[in-house]
Structure formats: C-alpha cells, structure tokens
C-alpha cells in the first residue's frame, strides 16, 4: 500500500545516558523516527526513507514494526555503520549529542531520490530533514514537486543548513508548505530575537507557512495571510525524554496540512504530537486509549490558542 505521508531524513539508534546514572542503550531514534511517532497520531499510511547499515539489529526493527510503517524506503547500505550517538542529559533537560559513528559516511550514504521507491512520490505529504548544502537540499525539493505538484513538503533546519545569508534561503522556503525551525534556528537565519519579528522577517524571505518551535513556551504559528499564532505547548504526563519532540511536531503539522486543515488546527496537531514524543523513550504503543487520549489533548490544545 502506498503511504499516504513519509519522512526522508535518517535513522540514529542513541545511547541515552542520564544524570543520575540510569541508561538507556540502543534506543531507536534519529528525525525520522521520532518524525514519524508524530504522524501516527493522525494516520497510519505512514513510510520512511532512510538508510541503515547491516549493523541494524532486530530489537530495533521491532520498534519500527510498532509503528506500522511500510519500510520499502528503508535502504541496507553495504559497508555503513548505521549511525549512533551519545545522548547526554542533565537535570535542568539540557542534552548533548555526541556521534559515536563516522559524521562524514552518515551523509556520504544517505539515501537520494532515485533510491526511493517509485509510488512514494505520490504521497500527500513529505517531512524532510536532509542534505549537506542548500544546492542538495534544493533539489530534493524539487524532484518532489516536479513529481507530484500537490505534495506538502515540511522542512526543519539542521545545522549545516544555517550558516548562509538570509537572502540565500529564499530558493529553499519558497518551495515549502511549512518551515518549522527551533528559536534558536529561527534567530540564526534572521538575526532578529524578538518572536514576532522573527515570525514576519521568515515570511518575508518567501515561506508561505512558518512554525517556529519553541519547547516548553509552545509554538509561533504564521501564513502569508499575515495572522500570528501563539499554539500552547500539550502538557505530557510526564516528561521522561526531550529529544525528538520538535521532529514529532513537524510530522504532525505534516498530516494536518496533507488533511487540508488550517494551519492553526494542524498546528494544534503537532503540538499534541510533540507532548506524546516527551513521555518515553523510543517508539511508544499506539492503541485505542493512546488515541483518545490525543483527542482530549486536542480539545484542550484548541482551549487555549491565542490570536497575537
């Protein structure tokens, strides 16, 4: 079955080691994975284009089994170490990676778009985190849309991604239908600190829609129409592990744009995906109650949207 919704970034299994000494090892994560857990709150056609190595173990097929997704894009390169990091935590949820595997061969064997199986360029909606330049990362972008001209394409920035003048990202944000970075990220690409100004300077520069991340604080939500969204933050029940929230948060923005909502209902979506994302570590079940709860999340979530 053709997936209605993928990610094309990448898989990193973590060795997570907290402050007070507990750990835990060979954790599946990497944006993809933890992109996808925010999918499947919404649907269940779900696929991921990523590349692993001979390395990968059963345990860690197992949870991408829980998630129900179709693995055709999931590439076994010969002579690559899948990727794996230190994921360091301390009290006040700070977090240090550290990769334990080559940096230079987790992009040389990254999958392309020809590696890709041929049905997934129909898909509605593609979350991507991926490439070493703009140049690449451009024509990526395009291949999807001269593939499939309705396809809603999220991007999040990664740090190699951020050292070019702000005109530069103009090629690039004006193919997305959401560019969703953190606020750290956002003030690199602007040079502005005050949110709002933030939110219009990343407009100007051509985004249609923008979404900028901001943790605990929830979410900046804007279109070119020019209104501006203060998205409240899901209270989890409990926060056991930060890392991949704002990946969950841009897949469940993806769904919701792929669903055609407004951009304040998807919105609504992700940041319900991302408190699920905080409340384990690795791949959580997905059962009915997990499903109703995010219903309930939802109507709280839409409780408390603020018009700015």
Partial sequence: MTPDYITFSNIIIDDI???????????????????????????????????????????????????????????????????????????????IEVMRTKLEDFFDYTPYFSDMPEDYQR???????????????????????????????????????????????????????????????????TGQTDPEKVVKALLALEASRVAIRMGAEGSLVSSSEGEIWKIPAVPPA?????????????????????????????????????SFSLEQFGVPDFGTSLFEEAERRLIWAREHVEAL
């Avoid at 060979?26 to 390395?55: C, K």
């Fill in 17 to 95: 080691v907290l402050w007070d000494g507990r750990t835990y090892m060979g954790t599946l994560g990497g944006a993809g994975t933890h992109a996808l857990i925010g999918m499947r709150l919404w649907s269940d056609r779900l696929g991921f284009v990523a590349t692993i190595g001979h390395d990968f173990a059963r345990a860690q097929y197992a949870q991408l089994e829980k998630l129900g997704i179709d693995m055709r894009g999931v590439i076994t390169r010969d002579n690559y170490q899948t990727a794996r990091a230190w994921q360091l935590f301390e009290p006040d949820e700070r977090r």
């Fill in 238 to 274: 409990a926060i056991v592990d930060v890392t991949g929230a704002g990946n969950a948060y841009c897949g469940g923005f993806l769904v919701g744009l792929g669903q055609g909502l407004t951009v304040v209902e998807a919105a609504l979506r992700a940041a319900v995906s991302a």
């Fill in 123 to 189: 898909v509605k909606g593609v979350h991507v985190q991926w490439g070493r330049d703009f140049e690449e990362l451009i024509g990526l972008l395009s291949q999807f849309r001269q593939a499939n001209s309705q396809v809603s394409l999220v991007w999040e920035p990664a740090l190699e991604h951020l050292d070019g003048q702000a005109e530069q990202f103009i090629p690039l944000f004006s193919q997305l239908d959401l560019l969703s970075p953190d606020f750290e990220q956002a003030e690199m690409i």
